[in-house]
């Protein structure tokens, strides 16, 4: 009897027989190789798409990132300049005096201006130093009535209005030179005497800022009936800057302690530059924009507006050259600045980033600004 034959299984084959002929079921070598190469393909193509993305997305992000940095600090220096000068500015004849402070045997010399402007070299970030007064109360000046010998230890004005012990005070001569300048010193006690206020000003603990009989520095001729006394209650110093990482930085001075304390305030800046905004012929109007720190009376009076520049950078390192050149900054031309070129129809000035590692592969914004100095606008 003859055996049916049934198709044979095996783990490595199945074979079936039609018609006399052997079929094979499966993938060749061949296609297997052809198939894992187009996976591979595949999954190259989708990678590469991705990692495009991913760049993208990073380049848009930290752009955005740059942007709001900048607004951000731009926007925090223009709201100090517009409030620098509160409370030191009463009158344009004081501007530019020489104050001269002590503390616990510790001397200080500042400039009685609302904003000084210190240049960086060869390009560098510049730096902002802010003036003004934090009282509390009433930051209005008190006329002295009577001469005050350098080293006596009291004040007698017409009015004591908005003052209290503890509060810093800057004495102003009528005129000052290189022989009379502006002392600072604390508030130690409030009296009255013949229908005058009396505003004391003993050294110890309560009056740090007062050296004993007010010799070191008071000028030798004291002051006489005629100057003013201006109540800053706690003194407004602070600097803001570019550091070493690429933050705008504040640095604000205590008067409290004597001693000043430096924070980061926003990341990504990369540089800061400043110029004055003078009006020479009294108009009103800006005639000239210069980075030159006024250095007599007459000059200050000009300071109507700051003029401001800050560059901000994306925190995203290309791999590739994004950026070849320094930044130029178009000024415009309706206004001379200081040191500007011409760039087509315009004026432009550089903005050094050269100076930074791997400075080419960032990307950068500028932003700028004229704020006018407003306690400089407001004066009698």
Not at 291 to 318: F, M
Request: proline share 4%.
């Amino acid at each position: 009897m003859a055996r049916r034959s049934t198709p044979e299984q095996t783990p490595q084959a199945r074979r079936r027989v039609e018609g006399g002929r052997v079929h094979q079921q499966g993938f060749t070598l061949l296609e297997l190789m052809i198939g894992v190469a187009i996976g591979m393909l595949a999954a190259l193509v989708v990678a590469s798409v991705l990692l495009v993305s991913e760049g993208q997305r990073r380049t848009v992000t930290s752009a955005s990132d740059a942007q709001v940095s900048g607004a951000l600090s731009l926007y925090a220096l223009q709201r100090e300049v517009q409030a620098a000068g509160y409370g030191l500015v009463p009158s344009l004849a004081s501007l530019g005096c020489e104050v001269r402070a002590q503390r616990n045997g510790v001397n200080f010399t500042w400039t009685l201006a609302p904003v000084l402007i210190t240049n960086g070299a060869s390009d560098a970030p510049d730096a902002i130093t802010i003036f003004g007064s934090a009282t509390d109360r009433y930051a209005t000046p008190m006329r002295v009535v009577s001469n005050h010998p350098s080293t006596g230890t009291e004040f007698s004005v017409s009015t004591t209005m908005g003052l209290g012990e503890g509060d810093l005070m800057i004495a102003v001569p009528p005129a000052f030179d290189a022989n009379n300048w502006c002392s600072v010193f604390t508030v130690t006690d409030i009296g009255s005497a013949g229908g005058l206020g009396q505003i004391v000003h003993a050294s110890g603990t309560d009056g740090p800022w007062n050296p004993s009989g007010g010799q070191t520095i008071f000028p030798s001729a004291g002051y006489p009936a005629g100057s003013f006394l201006l109540n800053v209650g706690r003194l407004v110093n602070r600097t803001y800057s570019v550091n070493a990482s690429g933050n705008l930085q504040q640095t604000s001075f205590d008067t409290a302690t004597g001693t000043a304390t430096a924070r980061d305030l926003f990341a990504g800046i990369v540089n800061l530059q400043a110029y004055y905004g003078l009006d020479t012929n009294a108009d009103g109007a800006i005639d000239s924009f210069t980075a030159v720190t006024p250095t007599t009376n007459a000059a200050w009076r000009q300071v109507v507006a700051i003029r401001l520049a800050l560059v901000s950078r994306s925190g995203q390192l290309e791999k590739e050259d994004v950026t070849n050149a320094d930044l130029p900054w178009d000024v415009g031309s309706a206004v001379p600045l200081a040191g500007a070129v011409t760039c087509g129809s315009s004026q432009c000035v550089t903005l050094k980033v050269s100076h930074l590692a791997d400075w080419k592969r960032y990307r950068y914004r500028v932003y700028d600004v004229i704020v006018p100095v407003r306690n400089m606008l407001w004066h009698d």
